[in-house]
């Protein structure tokens, strides 16, 4: 338990100083991939798995670990590489997304490091919209990719993405007022855009997508200096994802919060990471609500409360 505990000190020293601990691995090959160290519960030799029939091919099987039944996926399959051989010989990184526990295959794992996001970049241009690449950095002079991961859940699992009838036509039906007013989605995943977007657009709410936190930020700055109308009379909140190149969720509600101009106005964590120890690190940052990926009537009733709460702010 200490040993836990430590490790849960360590990160959350992190949060709002824009660092966070990548954990490196490979995929059968020389190329480095990583994923955040706050996603994973832990990282084992791979047990034995049960093939599920009908499952998709790049499900490798299911197994059972510490009581509990996760899907185990080849993530080099996943992402169109050769699968992986020999599953037996492989590591399982045993991560949680979106409120699901799974279980990723990776040839090997390499180890911790630390980083700044600033130090994350977004992927090249050129690539295209096929890959899946959320953002890459160097580790000792190599590139190293940062995977889409939630784009591999919505291929692999399927994401819903429909608001239910009865909460849209709630959303709809509440009075915005000012129709300059919009909510500022900040997100680095193109699928987690294209799934918040997509929830907004069957509400009504206008919105502004800003790629990542560093973008969002000066986005918010270019409000502060165009005209003497408080920021939060022309945005009604900001719906942030956590990890971003350049500038993280943590990091951007910091710089809000910390700023005269922008303290007021209403901050939304959006996140795949979930449970308690997410939720203090929000409150540590003084973020105003924490939103799990991804529900989209979840999502949706959290616009429309606040939506009511500025609505009573005005009748009253």
Partial sequence: MASVMDGVNRLTQLVGRNKFELLLFKLGS???FGINVF???EVIKCPPLTRMPHSSPVVTGIANMRGQTITVMDLSAA???PPLDNAQENFVIVAEYNRRVLGFLVGSVDRIVNKNWEEVKPPPTGIGHSNYLTAVTQVDNELVEIIDVEKVLAEVIGLKVEVSKEVSEAVAGAP???????????????MARKQ?????????????????????????LEECAKDDRPVDQKIAMVISDVE?????????????????????????????LSGTFNESMAKRVKADRLCAKFDPDDLARMVLERLNELGARRAA
């Fill in 79 to 81: 992402i169109g590489r």
């Fill in 39 to 41: 996603k994973v519960r």
């Fill in 196 to 220: 918040i977007t997509r929830v907004l657009d069957q509400t009504g709410v206008p919105y502004t997508v800003a790629e990542n936190g560093r973008i969002a930020w000066e986005m918010l």
């Fill in 176 to 190: 915005l007022g000012d129709a300059a007013l919009r909510i500022l989605v900040a997100d680095d995943s193109a």
């Fill in 244 to 272: 971003m190149p350049e500038m993280d969720g943590y990091t951007l509600a910091t710089s809000i919060k910390n700023h005269p101009q922008l303290q007021s106005l209403y901050v939304c964590l959006h996140t795949s």
């Fill in 30 to 32: 020389k190329q480095r």
